[in-house]
């Protein structure tokens, strides 16, 4: 079977475009995310499995840190929650980002919508420097719209970044597919009205089960979308 239904059938109809997450989606880099997000937590005392880390991707709010220092009784004030999500950032850019390449699959699939007519999107928690750092101009050209953390005040669960890359492309939620991994992304695409689609790269179905449809990976994702919206 060709993708495992979740939260009901998918309402999708007359696809015009589709948004991407990045992290965990089109590229390898959430291992190297966790591996920066551990090892700086545990210089506070803090230790977190990693599913914590899977489970709040793209949505390591101030109000999870916050949480956290109290939960494990660490003092913190506002400053240093800033400081901790500058660190990771360097961090990863420092010791994981070189190892960072797109999965695959990836290039087929955004070339083969593209050439589709499907306008693409990239929305995703990463700020810009990562994302110009891990993808090519030309790779990146494919994109119609790209929203990285710097662009909106509120991030993942929240819809607002994909409600910009709506503004962006200037197409209605009910022409629209998001494709994410993690709850955070698909509340944030559920929350903006859109169609979502997740692929089981880092965590079980069981933990998706909110998105529309769930897929093993992109090959499967693909497939469905030639054979059931695209032919």
């Known amino acids: 079977m060709s993708g495992m239904s979740g939260k009901g059938s998918s309402p999708l109809n007359g696809l015009q475009a589709v948004l ?11 291992s190297g995310h966790r591996d920066a997000w551990k090892e700086l937590l545990a210089t506070f005392g803090i230790s977190v499995p990693d599913p914590f880390i899977f489970e709040n991707e793209g949505a390591m709010s101030p109000e999870v840190l916050m949480n956290l220092f109290q939960k494990h009784r660490r ?22 980002l070189p190892f960072v390449e797109l ?3 990836t290039p087929s699939l955004l070339h083969t919508l593209k050439q589709k007519g499907i306008a693409l999107g ?21 994109f119609s719209t790209i929203v990285s953390a710097d662009d909106t005040k509120r991030y993942k669960p929240h819809p607002d970044p994909y409600l910009k890359a709506l503004d962006d492309i200037g197409l209605p939620p009910h022409n ?8 955070a992304g698909i509340q944030a695409a559920l929350a903006a009205g859109i169609t979502c689609f997740a692929v089981a790269s880092t965590l079980p179905f069981e933990k998706l089960s909110l998105a529309h449809r769930i897929f093993r990976n992109l090959k499967e994702l693909k497939n469905y979308l030639i054979t059931r919206h695209l032919s």
Request: negative net charge.
């Open 122 to 142: 990239l929305v995703t928690g990463s700020r810009r420097n990562i994302i110009d750092q891990i993808w090519r101009p030309e790779e990146l050209a494919l």
């Open 20 to 30: 991407f997450d990045m992290d965990g989606v089109l590229v390898n880099s959430m």
């Open 176 to 183: 629209c597919l998001v494709v994410e991994n993690a709850p």
């Open 75 to 96: 003092p913190y004030h506002p400053d240093l929650i800033q400081e901790i999500y500058q660190r990771q950032n360097e961090k990863f850019i420092k010791e994981f």
């Open 103 to 105: 999965y695959p699959e």
